[in-house]
């Protein structure tokens, strides 16, 4: 069995993290948190999100976050920007790259961006143009791929489909989500192969949520199959407010402790990643949720 060497791991724990918390989080606390991520070795950080702030209040200060951070310079900054109008904004803030987000199931999309996944690949057709215009990398997503909260089974046809168009439409990166965290590694990787067979597998990513503890299975199951970028949430913070009961993503501590023991290159430090994950987790007013964390924080 090959294994890749290193693996390219985008934080999303400032934006997929911060969007599901319930109580608002105070932009200093976000700009803390994401510039103690860059510090911890994290290279790519989808720092917020662009988006109705009557959809998601929670990153209503997006504009404010993105121009506080102190910028290292090694490190990608990026946003959700689900419309020209999130994309202008981004762009004014200083985002350097931004990520697109359609779904695989038509029910999700409507209840996450109001449209159907048709209608949603239209209107990135501006945002997209407006990006290569501007000479800023976009990535995509395709959520629920591999299950929905509302329909239930989606098939790897399905993901593959809108895979497809987005990576036609020249996103460099399709992240695969399974939103709501149901994927085990047979499904994880019978999802991967189909999209594979229309996009180069260097050009996708792995995006888990933890619900049923079996993110790092699936993340597995990818590797052995040569997948090398994965997204994960520092203390495992996250889901999605319209995806009812999904837990956060994969915690980047346990990806990164995963890839340590398999000898796989992340660039992360751990010490300072487990110290990060577990004073996010305090200020929210909790444990973090990822034993690693817990266990490490111990030692
Ligand atoms: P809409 O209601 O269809 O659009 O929303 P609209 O254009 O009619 O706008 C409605 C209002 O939103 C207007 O304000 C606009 O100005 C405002 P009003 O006039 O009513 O006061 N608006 C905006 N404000 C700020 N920034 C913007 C923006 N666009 C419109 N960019 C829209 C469509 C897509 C905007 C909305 O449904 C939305 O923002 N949805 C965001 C949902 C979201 O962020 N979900 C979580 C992220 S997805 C996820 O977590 C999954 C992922 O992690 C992968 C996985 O796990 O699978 C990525
Ligand atoms: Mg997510």
Known sequence: ???????????????????????????????????????AGCRHIEATSFVSPRKIPQLADAA?????????PEVTY???TPNLKGFEAAMDAGANEIAVFAAASETFSRKNINCSTEESLTRFEPVLDAAKRAGVRARAYVSCALGCPYEGEIAPAAVTRVAERLFNQGCYEISLGDTIGVGTPLAAKRMIEAVAEKIPLENLAGHFHDTYGMAAANVWAALEMGMAVFDSSVGGLGGCPYA?????????EDL????????????????????????????LGREAV????RALKKL
């Open 64 to 72: 404010e976050v993105m121009r506080a951070i102190r910028r290292a």
């Open 78 to 80: 990026s946003a959700l």
């Open 256 to 283: 990164a402790w995963l890839m340590q023991g398999s000898g796989v290159e992340t660039g992360l430090d751990l010490p300072k990643l487990v110290d990060c994950a577990n004073w996010i987790s305090g200020v």
């Open 1 to 39: 069995m090959t294994l890749p060497k290193a693996v390219k791991i985008v934080e999303v724990g400032p934006r997929d993290g911060l969007q599901n918390e319930s109580a608002f989080v105070a932009s200093s606390i976000k700009i803390e948190l994401i510039e103690r991520l860059a510090t």
């Open 244 to 252: 009812p009961g999904a837990a956060g993503n994969l915690a980047t």
């Open 290 to 293: 990822s034993r690693v964390a």
